[in-house]
């Protein structure tokens, strides 16, 4: 059984960097399957997608993010990370790490996911 | 890159059936059969409930279906009960360069 953790800080600062990372286990991110990715959802609001990434290193992300988005893999470690830079209170959400599958084309497997809070 | 549309509620008694539905344009709905379903109960992560428009993944109950028209899916739960009872998203795979966009989601009530 595939299962997804998110870990890092849940408070950050206004123009700081929010980081994130995701541990995978009873799978492998180098799995050729699958990409491994990032969506969000305000309080009380819908889900956004974030990007995604392959072990290999090709990524793709949100155009709306793109500029202060980056996400990594790190195959030897199982893991997959996310950063968010010069957060605003808009970037206050929770954050789900998520696998999703390449024929099919859905998240198939998710974390259970971290509340961040942007705030001074 | 807009959100797919979707009813911001919708209801039913138990036994009814409800559809819900998510209106996207030809650059995603309308040009993939890559649409997926996602059921989310308060505090938890969303579940997959269709993909591919139509298909049901392993060990979700066939009361729930899914089918697309032009540029709207729609997701019917048939049978309602008390456990239906959550937030509802869609999602269409819209190409190399945006690659996923959600619905803006609907919270289903049973009466």
């Known amino acids: 059984q595939v299962q997804l953790q998110e870990s890092g800080p849940g408070l950050v600062k206004p123009s700081e960097t929010l980081s994130l990372t995701c541990t995978v286990s009873?799978?492998?991110?180098?799995?050729?399957?699958?990409?491994w990715s990032w969506i969000r959802q305000p309080p009380g609001q819908g889900l956004e997608w974030i990007g995604y990434?392959?072990?290999?290193?090709?990524?793709s992300y949100n155009p709306s993010l793109k500029s202060r988005v980056t996400i990594s893999v790190d195959t030897s470690k199982n893991q997959f990370s996310l950063k968010v830079s010069s957060v605003t209170a808009a970037d206050t959400a929770v954050y789900y790490c998520?696998?999703?599958?390449?024929?099919?084309?859905?998240?198939?497997?998710w974390g259970q996911g971290t509340l961040v809070t942007v705030s001074s | 890159q807009s959100a797919l549309t979707q009813p911001a509620s919708v209801s039913g008694s138990p036994g009814q059936s409800i559809t819900i539905s998510c209106t996207g344009t030809?650059?995603?709905?309308?040009?993939?059969?890559?649409v997926s379903w996602y059921q989310q109960h308060p505090g938890k992560a969303p579940k997959l409930m269709i993909y591919?428009?139509?298909k049901r993944p392993s060990g979700v109950s066939n009361r729930f279906s899914g089918s697309k028209s032009g540029n709207t899916a729609s997701l019917t739960i048939s049978g309602l009960q008390a456990e239906d009872e959550a937030d509802y998203y869609c999602?269409?795979?819209?190409?190399?360069?945006?690659?996923?966009?959600f619905g803006t989601g609907t919270k289903v009530t049973v009466l």
């Open positions: 998520a696998r999703v599958d390449m024929a099919t084309v859905y998240f198939d497997y």
């Open positions: 009873g799978g492998s991110v180098s799995s050729g399957s699958y990409y």
């Open positions: 990434i392959y072990y290999s290193g090709s990524i």
């Open positions: 030809s650059s995603d709905v309308g040009s993939y059969n890559l």
């Open positions: 591919e428009g139509s």
């Open positions: 999602c269409s795979y819209a190409g190399s360069r945006i690659s996923f966009v």
